[in-house]
């Protein structure tokens, strides 16, 4: 009996059948069990202006049927995603239900513009851990916050659209909201606090 024989048509068989596997898996055979879907499509928003209405070519300032662009009534922030900061946030509109304080764990929109509205949309939240607390921690560096500047804010909104923005701007130790309140082109403003309750200087 030869048992080097048998004992290489042992280590043979394994060895084919793991040189196919591979080779399987090589060649894609083996990629039909995972799902793959279609990315996104990214449609790019002009800002822009509001117009007045042109009759015969000639503008009519104050004309009270101006143009708009179509934007659905109903479309709200739903959520805010910073994937460098690690920052995921649900957005909710804070209400009189909820008292005067911002909420925790969510973000919160102010009642000015909605994504894709041509305004601002002005959204906050506390400096905390699990909230916007990397803004804040980022700002304080050296550098004022440059880092933060080429960041993409995913906005989601109720309709499933995204919106992607670019951070281009961090402005420290704010007092007011007039810049946001009369933005008229397309822009998201983020704001969190700088100190502890009652701090009034704002990021």
Same mark, same amino acid.
């Given at each position: 009996?030869?048992?080097?024989?048998?004992?290489?048509?042992?280590?043979?068989?394994?060895?084919?059948?793991?040189?196919?596997?591979?080779?399987?898996?090589?060649?894609?055979?083996?990629?039909?069990?995972?799902?793959?879907?279609?990315?996104?499509?990214?449609?790019?928003?002009?800002?822009?202006?509001?117009?007045?209405?042109?009759?015969? $070519?000639? !503008? %009519?300032? *104050?004309?009270?049927?101006? &143009?708009?662009? /179509?934007?659905?009534?109903?479309?709200?922030? =739903?959520?805010?995603?910073?994937?460098?900061?690690?920052?995921?946030?649900?957005?909710?509109?804070?209400?009189?239900?909820?008292?005067?304080?911002?909420?925790?764990?969510?973000?919160?929109?102010?009642?000015?513009?909605?994504?894709?509205?041509?305004?601002?949309?002005?959204?906050?939240?506390?400096?905390?851990?699990?909230?916007?607390?990397?803004?804040?921690?980022?700002?304080?560096?050296?550098?004022? $916050?440059? !880092? %933060?500047? *080429?960041?993409?804010?995913? &906005?989601?909104? /109720?309709?499933?659209?995204?919106?992607?923005? =670019?951070?281009?701007?961090?402005?420290?130790?704010?007092?007011?909201?007039?810049?946001?309140?009369?933005?008229?082109?397309?822009?998201?403003?983020?704001?969190?606090?700088?100190?502890?309750?009652?701090?009034?200087?704002?990021?």
């Amino acid at each position: 009996m030869d048992t080097r024989g048998i004992g290489l048509r042992f280590r043979l068989l394994p060895a084919i059948l793991t040189a196919t596997g591979l080779a399987l898996l090589a060649g894609g055979l083996m990629s039909y069990t995972t799902a793959v879907e279609a990315p996104p499509t990214v449609v790019a928003l002009a800002s822009y202006d509001p117009l007045p209405t042109l009759r015969g $070519g000639v !503008s %009519l300032p *104050g004309a009270s049927d101006q &143009v708009s662009a /179509s934007f659905p009534p109903d479309r709200v922030a =739903t959520r805010i995603v910073i994937r460098r900061l690690g920052i995921d946030l649900p957005i909710m509109l804070q209400t009189d239900n909820y008292g005067l304080y911002p909420l925790c764990d969510v973000a919160l929109r102010a009642q000015l513009g909605q994504p894709g509205q041509g305004r601002a949309t002005y959204i906050y939240a506390h400096a905390r851990v699990g909230m916007f607390l990397p803004l804040l921690t980022r700002s304080e560096r050296p550098d004022n $916050g440059e !880092s %933060l500047k *080429g960041m993409t804010v995913e &906005v989601y909104t /109720s309709d499933n659209w995204v919106f992607l923005y =670019t951070i281009s701007e961090v402005r420290r130790h704010t007092l007011d909201m007039n810049d946001a309140i009369n933005t008229t082109t397309e822009r998201l403003w983020l704001q969190t606090s700088e100190g502890v309750r009652g701090h009034v200087p704002k990021l």
